[in-house]
T-cell receptor, first 114, second 115 residues
Framework: AQKVTQAQTEISVVEKEDVTLDCVYE???????LFWYKQPPSGELVFLIR??????QNEISGRYSWNFQKSTSSFNFTITASQVVDSAVYFC???????????FGKGTRLHILP | TAGITQAPTSQILAAGRSMTLRCTQD?????MYWYRQDLGLGLRLIHY???????GKGEVPDGYSVSRANTDDFPLTLASAVPSQTSVYFC??????????????FGPGTRLTVL
């Protein structure tokens, strides 16, 4: 069965520090999709990235980067030079190709302290 | 473009009463979803619909029902509310190609309190 584990419930870092949010997934499928979503204090959910299982290239978007490693079933998210506006709950999610659903992890609440 | 709208924004409901949470999207997405978000439990899928006329059960479907009469609307009904259904409810949709494997767009949420 598919499962997403975000072991870090809550993280606090000082502004400008780098921070990595961990995501470990379980799946029986060879074709699957991984996602990260951000939920700022305002409550809306915002899509950040989608990655399919055949594309292990790391992705960088500004201060955000993602490290996908199939060998360890991980899809970690790093924020470089964090800013207060990065404070949010971040969700990792998984969708298997054969399934109609997406499963979310329980989220990591990130506090960026000024 | 409005994207996804949900109504009401919040509601206080007496236990035993019924309620329908409304969700409408204007993106012509085939797939739609209902999630509940509870502290410490993240987002859990209640029901989903891959296309108009079809629905499926998610992780926590008990006590909820849905219908998908057309592409745009996906109402969630609580037939007889219980306090454990106190939660924030999010509706979402995803694009025509790839369904759930595409990015999901979320509504603003409905905060429901059952007393």
């Amino acid at each position: 069965a598919q499962k997403v584990t975000q072991a870090q419930t809550e993280i606090s870092v000082v502004e400008k520090e780098d921070v990595t949010l961990d995501c470990v997934y379980e799946t029986r499928d060879t074709t699957y999709y991984l996602f990260w979503y951000k939920q700022p204090p305002s409550g809306e959910l915002v899509f950040l990235i989608r990655r399919n299982s055949f594309d292990e290239q790391n992705e960088i978007s500004g201060r955000y980067s993602w490290n996908f490693q199939k060998s360890t079933s991980s899809f970690n998210f790093t924020i470089t030079a964090s800013q207060v506006v990065d404070s949010a709950v971040y969700f990792c999610a998984l969708s298997e190709a054969w399934d109609d659903k997406i499963i979310f992890g329980k989220g990591t609440r990130l506090h960026i302290l000024p | 473009t409005a994207g996804i709208t949900q109504a009401p924004t919040s509601q206080i409901l007496a236990a035993g009463r019924s309620m329908t949470l409304r969700c409408t999207q204007d993106m012509r997405h085939n797939a739609m979803y209902w999630y509940r978000q509870d502290l410490g439990l993240g987002l859990r899928l209640i029901h989903y619909s891959n296309t108009a006329g079809t629905t499926g059960k998610g992780e926590v479907p008990d006590g909820y029902s849905v219908s998908r009469a057309n592409t745009d609307d996906f109402p969630l009904t609580l037939a007889s509310a219980v306090p454990s259904q106190t939660s924030v409810y999010f509706c979402a949709s995803s694009g025509q190609a790839g369904g759930p494997h595409n990015e999901q767009f979320f509504g603003p949420g409905t905060r429901l309190t059952v007393l």
